[in-house]
């Protein structure tokens, strides 16, 4: 059984989504994706999961980093959830571009080379967005392309991390994933 939740942020209405074990969602209200693998038959209820993710958002929305992530039970093919857990290790304030998470993948799975657009495919099928953070993967040119929740909330949300968006057409290299 899922149960849901809502959150009020900054940059519009945040749907929650909870099973037993942890989040199972977090989407924009209109994002390309919204409430994607939520089950057609939930429940609204308060779970202890909700308030953690709203003391990590209610952090994160003023600019900081939260030192703590609420419990996350994502689900979905190996290959998708190998892209999301790289998401994950992906720093506070820091970009990778498809191409740098493709060839993250490839070595994960031990191949020569991945596609960079599998990987997009993916990327942009997180169902966690923000906790788990897709909006940190940029094109090969450093552009902002391909996020579910759009493209100027991918802005505002590195905006908040402290990317410098004029420098980003340089993606940083060497970021650890």
Not at 36 to 54: K, N
């Amino acid at each position: 059984m899922q149960y849901t939740a809502r959150y009020r942020s900054p940059m519009g209405e945040i749907l929650l989504a909870a099973d037993g074990t942890g989040l199972t969602g977090l989407w924009f209200e209109g994002a390309k994706y919204y409430a994607g693998g939520l089950d057609p038959e939930h429940e609204e209820r308060e779970l202890p999961v909700f308030g953690d993710s709203r003391k990590w958002l209610d952090i994160y929305f003023t600019g900081k980093e939260p030192d703590f992530t609420p419990p996350v039970h994502m689900t979905g093919s190996p290959f998708r959830l190998g892209v999301w857990e790289l998401l994950r290790q992906i720093p506070y304030g820091e970009t990778v571009t498809y191409g740098e998470l493709a060839q993250a993948v490839a070595g994960q799975r031990g191949l020569s080379r991945m596609s960079a657009q599998a990987v997009g495919g993916a990327v942009g099928h997180n169902p966690i967005s923000i906790i788990v953070p897709c909006h940190r993967v940029v094109g090969a040119d450093g552009s902002l392309t391909g996020y579910a929740g759009g493209v100027a909330k991918k802005e505002r949300l590195l905006a908040l991390e402290g990317v410098d968006m004029g420098k980003l057409f340089l993606p940083a290299k060497g970021t650890a994933l």
